[in-house]
């Protein structure tokens, strides 16, 4: 980890400097070098980005898995999944990340993160994966029935309240999230249309759930304590992950979303602004407001993908503005400010080259 944050570090150093990568040709061709680039060839793994994070995590290559499969990187899926889980499984436990070095981590430490998992099936159902399953069986059903066991109140079928874990969020505190219940929901229906491992989640209707206990008749909750935010993570992973597919709902998330100024000056900002109520982990004030009212070019990826489904125009609206940033910047950037511009503290700047922009390529096929 010290290795990791150092890494980090002295590529803020050198962005100061202006030694940042800018890419040839237009937004496709950006795009497919960028991609190329997060693959390792040494090792045959997708790795989140080849600067900050140049090392795979679960829930960004989960992001991805599909728009890369409907690209055509299903060999290199198939290989990062068989790279990864071999890890896991000499490390004892599925965790979040495998650093360049080969090490499996999880952020913050000492924290379970429930979507590194759920992610995992979710690549292993759609890239179609049956030798892979039946070569991780048993280390598979047996993270599996840890996951239930640490995350699930089996009474409820919800997220506990009283744990915190690692999620997309990951300096944020929340008491059940909604996340974290979505993909909870996620890993239970992946796990009924695979069929060859255990399901311990099959008594639990995580749609219900979740309409029950987020869905206020405009938004869904953040989480279950008492604060009244509206968030985009929130809003826009219960539709992306497939749980949610009531249109009426969707519209009224989505009305909600651009009601609170989520989607400016494009998609997607977790809050429209800092909020006090909101928890974090104390090291939170070394990179600012990186999980606050700033701009995620993951997110706002997921967004338009739901956008499209019931507003076409808009949807290409959303997309033209990242058209408009990678041939700006000649790059597929991270994040940025609440003014639309690189994410930058004295310690951090953006990373760039993120394999988010497969979701990028898969949209402007169906948009642009």
């Known amino acids: 980890m010290i290795l990791d944050v150092l890494r980090i570090f002295f590529r803020r150093i050198k962005v100061l400097f202006r030694v940042i990568i800018r890419y040839g040709g237009d937004d496709k061709d950006i795009c497919e070098q960028i991609i190329s680039d997060c693959y390792n060839q040494k090792k045959k793994y997708f790795m989140v980005s080849k600067y900050n994070f140049s090392e795979f995590y679960a829930r960004d290559f989960g992001w991805c898995a599909q728009a890369l499969l409907n690209l055509g990187y299903r060999k290199e899926i198939i290989n990062t999944l068989d790279y990864v889980l071999g890890v896991f499984q000499q490390h004892g436990r599925i965790e979040q990340s495998v650093s360049p070095r080969g090490i499996a981590f999880t952020f913050p430490m000492n924290k379970y993160s429930p979507d590194a998992l759920a992610f995992i099936i979710r690549a292993l159902r759609l890239s179609r994966a049956k030798e892979l399953?039946?070569?991780?069986?048993?280390?598979?059903?047996?993270?599996?029935?840890?996951?239930?066991?640490?995350?699930?109140?089996?009474?409820?079928?919800?997220?506990?309240?009283?744990?915190?874990?690692?999620?997309?969020?990951?300096?944020?505190?929340?008491?059940?999230?909604?996340?974290?219940?979505?993909?909870?929901?996620?890993?239970?229906?992946?796990?009924?249309?695979?069929?060859?491992?255990?399901?311990?989640?099959?008594?639990?209707?995580?749609?219900?759930?979740?309409?029950?206990?987020?869905?206020?008749?405009?938004?869904?909750?953040?989480?279950?304590?008492?604060?009244?935010?509206?968030?985009?993570?929130?809003?826009?992973?219960?539709?992306?992950?497939?749980?949610?597919?009531?249109?009426?709902?969707?519209?009224?998330?989505?009305?909600?979303?651009?009601?609170?100024?989520?989607?400016?000056?494009?998609?997607?900002?977790?809050?429209?602004?800092?909020?006090?109520?909101?928890?974090?982990?104390?090291?939170?004030?070394?990179?600012?407001?990186?999980?606050?009212?700033?701009?995620?070019?993951?997110?706002?990826?997921?967004?338009?993908?739901?956008?499209?489904?019931?507003?076409?125009?808009?949807?290409?609206?959303?997309?033209?503005?990242?058209k408009q940033q990678i041939l700006k910047h000649k790059n597929f950037l991270e994040v940025y400010d609440k003014n639309g511009k690189p994410f930058q503290t004295l310690l951090y700047y953006a990373d760039g080259g993120m394999l988010w922009c497969a979701n990028y390529l898969y949209l402007r096929k169906k948009l642009l």
Not at 172 to 185: A, F, L, Q
Not at 205 to 231: E, M, P
Not at 281 to 309: C, K
Request: glycine share 4%; with cysteine.
């Open 133 to 322: 399953i039946n070569k991780y069986k048993r280390f598979l059903n047996q993270e599996i029935r840890k996951y239930y066991e640490l995350v699930v109140d089996n009474e409820t079928g919800l997220v506990k309240k009283d744990k915190s874990f690692s999620s997309m969020k990951d300096y944020s505190i929340r008491k059940s999230s909604c996340y974290d219940n979505v993909m909870t929901g996620m890993l239970a229906n992946d796990l009924k249309k695979i069929k060859d491992l255990a399901n311990p989640f099959k008594k639990h209707d995580y749609k219900k759930l979740l309409i029950k206990n987020f869905w206020t008749g405009k938004y869904f909750l953040d989480d279950l304590s008492n604060i009244r935010a509206i968030t985009g993570d929130a809003n826009v992973l219960p539709f992306w992950s497939g749980l949610i597919t009531d249109k009426k709902i969707r519209r009224k998330a989505f009305d909600s979303i651009r009601k609170e100024g989520l989607d400016k000056p494009f998609p997607l900002k977790y809050t429209v602004k800092r909020l006090k109520e909101q928890k974090m982990i104390s090291i939170e004030f070394i990179a600012g407001n990186y999980e606050r009212d700033v701009v995620w070019a993951h997110m706002g990826m997921m967004f338009i993908e739901m956008v499209g489904m019931i507003d076409k125009k808009l949807a290409r609206k959303y997309l033209n503005q990242y």
